[in-house]
């Protein structure tokens, strides 16, 4: 099924993060998870908010997988609601992402709060998708881990949220279910942070397009 796939591609940087379950601990979806329990987060912009369905009757999902572009491999994280594909794009050499993912895989659950524009009538999607307990290909690359991190991980990242080349390659992961839009942002934890400071606004580097290959590991 052929899909037309609006890039949605900005000059701005969108920016994701790993957070605490907190508040959310309450919530039914959540139940059995502890408050300190890993939790995505990313924003939505004001003119992307049509594409974010509430969650109730929703159709969703959440996978994992490593995308290899520009010669630095990176974790992918994508949760699918309905037509809407949200990318997270992380640091594969980040111990604290790899922490996260363990957490998730032994919980077999993936607490995410989608956050709104303050303009916006809804403040936020909260849900808590399934993902299998099950190891992945993706273990493979857990090699990574703990490696130093250099500036050319942040450039990598950088370039390919800005690239559009997750949105033209990204697949539906729900079937009979025609994607609509593809959002990326890059999951920013602590050891990046240094790097955004100040540069939430750079503009799309220009880089030639190299051939590259995306991975999905459920």
Known sequence: MEAFIPLNIDPFIA???????????TSK??????????????????????FVPSVGGVSYGMGFGNVSAFGS????????????QIYWLADLTDPEVWAAYDRWKRAGRVPISLNFDASNKRER???VPEVSRKPSSLEELRVYAGKPLTDYVW???????????????ATTDLP?????????????????E?????????RKPKVAMPSSRLRDAI
């Open 125 to 127: 999607v909260f849900c």
């Open 194 to 202: 240094p790097f955004v400071k100040g540069r939430l606004h750079d």
């Open 155 to 169: 450039e990598t990242m950088m370039t390919l949220s800005t690239s559009g080349l997750l949105q033209r390659q």
């Open 73 to 84: 491999p990176l974790m992918t994280m994508r949760l699918q609601l309905n037509g809407t």
């Open 176 to 192: 009979d279910v025609r994607l609509e839009c593809v959002l990326v942002n890059l999951l920013v934890t602590k050891r990046l």
């Open 15 to 25: 920016v994701g993060h790993l957070t605490r379950l907190g508040q959310f601990q």
């Open 29 to 50: 979806q959540a139940k059995g998870l502890s408050v300190d329990f890993p939790m995505l987060s990313c924003p939505i912009a004001a003119e992307d908010t049509h």
